[in-house]
């Protein structure tokens, strides 16, 4: 019967048709929700290791900054998310200082953040902003990043402001489940400064490659950043009408794991 | 008026209710995050046993939110029934969990003080009580409630079908309700958490539900968990709604910040009720709850989230609902850090509702962000069972693919009803047993391929 229902699969990725030990999971299911469950726990603790995304993306033309929130560990990151959402002073300052007094607004800061998944910026921040720069180069080749560990998603408007940055894009590791641990989110947020809320942000999720691909998720969020700054609001007042990606425009879809 | 107790020397003040509520409350990262727990275990038993202590009439003379400020509050004291009190109005907290322990607090005893009580006296209570008080009072507890089956009934166990699809593919949902169906779930409800948020999509999960329950004769109920206000614009637009859902809080602006109201909830309740699709009784409303949601809402006014969630049946129960649910572990380790906050957190949620007369059902859930794994979903499981809870949720797997998190699957309930010889809503029982896919005994068969209810499979059937 479990082999009738498994077949049933191609409609879901849910865990239908699993194998019964009297009428308990049996061994090889209850191994693999183990594992599945691993994964997700591992990720969550993962460190994010910035040094690789520093060093391509300077290599890029990107100019590239580090921070952190004021949690001081992953233990402080998941009781206080508070903390998260919020720079330390030192961080705040240099990049307060790092932006020349009199240089223009930049259009466009890139956030990416570890979240509650440090795989998901490790393995999809990068090809997702080569996507971007396909797309664009004038808007996102050169776009400012600022790498961002133990941060929420309000991290970003801090950074917005110490940038005086139009809009901010925060790429961040989406909560592991046991189908995907490696989700990254992208949220949208016009004139950031801190105390916005989730409706005053727009959110792309789930990109991956077996979930929202690169090519498509670069194109919502670029339509959402040129229709952001042309009517002057994120959230629930801009709705995402970007429809599917012409198919054959943007880069070739990177190798998963690269 | 001032609380006080003396431990070790040190003597111990607590300014309100509110503030003894809060430190007597044990141990969870919400209050912390709150800036409302106790500072030390010492200063925590101090307010346990100045809580002790406080006679149950002083709830009804001090709101711990302002009763000017909040319709929750009013809604609790208004609907407060002094004669169903009368029984324990003498008592103090302490006194009261004693009572409640005793052989004088059988089933109809607290059926009929029910209505007596507030959810902070029962909050207050709680807080006294140990694991097994939790379990031992609550299953002298009984709700029965009825729509096209009857849940609750001592002895029985429902399941709430969860066949969740991250893009709401009608063949995706049919498969896991048909995977579920087999396995002898959906008895209290097949409610779909849908991805999407347009009228015709819920409208197509609707039909598709209420053509598999008709098709087969299946005495059970659908519900599509959406924004109460598009279930009315479904109700309106003719669609076929058995029960109403809505995420509820236990503060007026905790509703808000969910987009409801107590009208809306009113409404809402008369539309449903209005269709008439109930057989075997009128329960129309689903509610979800969970410890933390006033404070993630900012709308928490310096109480701490255990005795706010006993507001959210405080709620509930004014809306004769057929199922309330709290989503235990589903809120983030930010409110319940570890699986022993959890197990905690459930157990209390389970306690507070039924002694309120509300037809509690607990999401054993847990994120991967959480200290806590399968093994404590386990245990929760495991005591819950012991403690009588009215129904679990069923997903395959136990994992839910559109939400993201960690529940209890179709398995864990052939466990609890195998360990335990709970029962199926009769109704659903009889359903099972005559369409061969349970024995008299309630185990599942093995269906053959030729089984009827393989057929809603077929693609025609689809809407």
Not at chain 1, 25 to 43: N, S, Y
Request: hydrophobic residues 45%; aromatic residues 6%; negative net charge.
């Amino acid at each position: 019967m479990s082999e009738l229902v498994r077949s049933l699969r191609s409609f879901t990725a849910a865990r239908i048709g699993l194998q019964a030990a009297g009428q308990s999971l049996a061994t090889r299911e209850v191994l693999q929700l183990a594992q599945d469950h691993a994964l997700a726990r591992d990720a969550v603790h993962a460190t994010f290791d910035t040094e690789p995304l520093q060093t391509a993306l300077a290599a890029m033309g990107h100019p590239v900054q580090s921070v952190k929130s004021l949690a001081a560990d992953r233990a402080t990151y998941l009781r206080r998310p508070d903390f998260g959402r919020q720079l330390g002073a030192e961080d705040a300052a240099t990049l307060s200082a790092s932006q020349l007094p009199g240089s223009p607004q930049p259009a466009v800061v890139v956030v990416i953040a570890d979240g509650l998944s440090a795989a998901a910026p490790g393995a999809h921040a990068l090809p997702l902003i080569r996507e971007l720069a396909a797309l664009s180069p004038a808007r996102w080749a050169n776009v400012p990043v600022v790498l961002a560990k133990q941060a929420r998603v309000a991290l970003g408007d801090a950074v917005g402001v110490a940038l005086q940055a139009q809009l901010v894009l925060v790429l961040i590791g989406e909560r592991p489940g046991m189908s995907a641990h490696d989700s990254l989110g992208a949220y949208l947020t016009y004139a950031p400064q801190p105390g916005r809320t989730d409706a005053e942000r727009n959110c792309v999720s789930n990109i991956r490659p077996q979930g929202l691909g690169y090519a498509q998720a670069a194109h919502q969020l670029h339509w959402l950043v040129e229709q952001a700054r042309s009517r002057g609001v994120t959230g629930i007042e801009l709705k995402d009408e970007s429809g599917p990606a012409p198919l054959h425009i943007g880069a070739p879809p990177a190798n998963i794991g690269a | 008026m001032a609380y006080a107790h003396t431990v070790a020397g040190t003597n111990w003040r607590f300014a309100t209710l509110r503030e003894l509520l809060a430190k007597a409350s044990p141990l969870r990262s919400g209050d912390l995050l709150a800036s409302v727990a106790a500072g030390s275990a010492a200063e925590r038993v101090a307010a346990q046993c100045a809580l002790a202590e406080v006679p149950l009439r002083q709830f009804l003379k001090e709101a711990v939110v302002p009763y000017e400020q909040d319709d929750v509050t009013r809604l609790c004291i208004d609907t407060h029934d002094a004669t169903a009190f009368a029984p324990v109005a003498h008592l103090t907290v302490g006194d009261f969990r004693d009572w409640l322990l005793g052989p004088a607090a059988d089933t109809e005893v607290l059926t009929a003080l029910a209505p007596g009580l507030l959810p902070e006296m029962v909050a207050a209570v709680s807080k006294l009580m140990r694991l097994q008080d939790l379990i031992l009072v609550a299953r002298k507890c009984s709700v029965v409630t009825r729509f096209r089956n009857t849940i609750g009934l001592p002895g029985h166990l429902a399941v709430r079908l969860q066949p969740n699809h991250p893009t709401d593919d009608l063949r995706g949902i049919a498969a896991a309700t048909l995977d579920g169906l087999l396995l002898g779930s959906g008895d209290a409800v097949i409610g779909i958490n849908p991805a999407g948020d347009d009228l015709q999509t819920f409208v197509g999960l609707w039909q598709m539900l209420d053509e598999i329950i008709q098709r087969y004769g299946i005495p059970t109920q659908s519900c599509v968990l959406t924004h109460v206000t598009q279930q009315l614009r479904g109700i309106e637009a003719g669609a076929p709604v058995d029960l109403v859902f809505q995420s509820i809080g236990g503060t007026e602006a905790t509703n808000v910040s969910f987009g409801v109201t107590l009208a809306v909830l009113q409404e809402a309740r008369e539309a449903a009720l209005s269709l008439g699709r109930g057989t075997v009784g009128n329960h129309v409303m689903y509610f979800e709850t969970g410890q933390g949601s006033a404070l993630s809402a900012n709308a928490h006014h310096g109480v701490d989230q255990q005795t706010i969630e006993a507001r959210a049946y405080g709620v509930a129960r004014h809306f004769q609902p057929f199922l309330v649910n709290s989503v235990v572990g589903f809120i983030g380790p930010e409110y319940l850090y570890d699986g022993k906050q959890i197990i905690r957190a459930g157990l209390e949620d389970h306690f507070c509702g039924k002694l309120l007369g509300v037809p509690h059902g607990v999401d054993i859930c847990h994120t991967t962000h959480a200290e806590a794994d399968f093994d404590d979903m386990d245990a929760l499981l495991t005591l819950l069972g012991t403690a009588g809870v009215n129904f679990i949720m069923g997903i395959p797997g136990a994992d839910d693919v559109m939400l993201n998190y960690q529940s209890t699957s179709f398995h864990d309930a052939l466990y609890l009803r195998e360990l335990l010889g709970l029962k199926r809503a009769p109704e659903f029982a009889q359903w099972l047993e005559g369409v061969r896919l349970a024995d008299r005994d309630g185990r599942v068969l093995t269906a053959t391929a030729e089984h009827p209810l393989l057929g809603m499979m077929a693609p025609r059937e689809l809407p």
